[in-house]
């Protein structure tokens, strides 16, 4: 005879979402983290890309926090705006 888990014991509720509670959203949220992945276009990979073999680039304790060299701009946040441009012209978009 195989035990069950407390929860599955009489006056228990069984595990997993209800009526009154709906399901959980998944990772990324309801779009499966395309809102998510908005910000993170193809050039913004190859901005920050070209950022981290820069000579110029401080890298900081976490990706949030590299910094230019040269600008002192914050990377993570100005390679997601296209309108902005890399002081040594390395962002060809």
């Known amino acids: 005879m ?3 888990p407390p929860s599955h014991r009489r006056g228990h509720p069984a595990p997993g979402p209800t009526a009154s ?3 959980a959203t998944p990772p990324g949220g309801p779009d499966g983290g395309a809102a998510l992945d908005a910000g993170h276009t193809s050039p913004t990979r190859l901005r920050l890309a070209m950022c981290a073999m820069c000579p110029q680039h401080i890298r900081g304790y976490t ?8 600008c002192h701009c914050f990377t993570e946040a100005k390679a997601r705006v296209t309108s902005q441009t890399c002081p040594l012209n390395y962002w060809p978009i």
């Open 63 to 70: 990706k949030v926090l590299n910094r230019c060299g040269i």
């Open 21 to 23: 509670q709906p399901a």
């Open 2 to 4: 195989t035990r069950r």
